[in-house]
């Protein structure tokens, strides 16, 4: 199975920073990739896809970056809806794998 | 729009049975591949299970394969689970999810599996 790992676990932030999220796959996955956001007690939001595609509706301060085994999401001026739990997931094989997550909390 | 509907959760007791049904509208269900995902209290998702779209291909997790069963009904553009011996562990919400992107995601259903 592949293993996904992000980081941070969590980070604090402020308004109208600029964030980065890392995900790292055990083994290379070519661009099968996707991000997603979670707000609690609401089910998952698909983001990207393909490493760097934008799902359609999705705001433009949200983008994707990477290949092989690294990747990145990047949400820059963050508001105040963009507090949540962001979550990569692997599609290149099953099972598919996620990234334990990383919660975007306001400092 | 697209819409997903997961229906059938609720309190079952350990070595019980559960079936979850979602329903889908607003796109061509039968070319669509799906997947049921789960989510335990406070933790991450898990991808529990996946169907083709027409229904030739299924893979399972581990950590559910023997008991759980995945089906699809595109006629009636809905898709099952039928959970069986069911854990304490197996405990959690239980989302449909469009595509192996996850492309939309119905709200959950909450299965409990408690005495």
């Known amino acids: 199975d592949i293993q996904m790992t992000q980081s941070p676990s969590s980070l604090s932030t402020s308004v109208g920073d600029r964030v980065t999220i890392t995900c790292r796959a055990s083994?290379?996955?070519?661009?099968?990739l996707a991000w997603f956001q979670q707000k609690p007690g609401k089910a998952p939001k698909s983001l990207i896809y393909?490493?760097?595609s934008l799902q359609s509706g999705v705001p433009s301060k949200f983008s994707g970056s990477g290949s092989g085994t690294d990747f990145t999401l990047t949400i820059s001026s963050l508001q105040p809806e963009d507090f949540a739990t962001y979550y990569c997931?692997?599609?290149?094989?099953?099972?598919?794998?996620f990234g334990g997550g990383t919660k975007v909390e306001i400092k | 729009e697209v819409q997903l509907v997961e229906s059938g959760g609720g309190l079952v007791q350990p070595g019980g049975s559960l079936r979850l049904s979602c329903a889908a509208s607003?796109?061509?269900?039968?070319?669509?591949?799906m997947n049921w995902v789960r989510q335990a209290p406070g933790k991450g998702l898990e991808w529990v299970s996946h169907?083709?779209?027409?229904?030739?291909?299924?893979y399972y997790a581990d950590s559910v394969k023997g008991r759980f069963a995945i089906s699809r009904d595109n006629a009636k553009n809905s898709l099952y689970l039928q959970m069986n011996s069911l854990r304490a562990e197996d405990t959690a919400v239980y989302y449909c999810?469009?595509?192996?992107?996850?492309?939309?995601w119905g709200q959950g259903t909450l299965v409990t599996v408690s005495s």
């Open positions: 999810a469009r595509s192996r992107t996850g492309q939309n």
């Open positions: 083994q290379g996955i070519s661009n099968y």
């Open positions: 169907i083709s779209g027409s229904g030739s291909t299924i």
């Open positions: 393909a490493a760097s």
């Open positions: 607003g796109f061509a269900f039968s070319s669509y591949e």
């Open positions: 997931q692997q599609y290149n094989s099953y099972p598919l794998t």
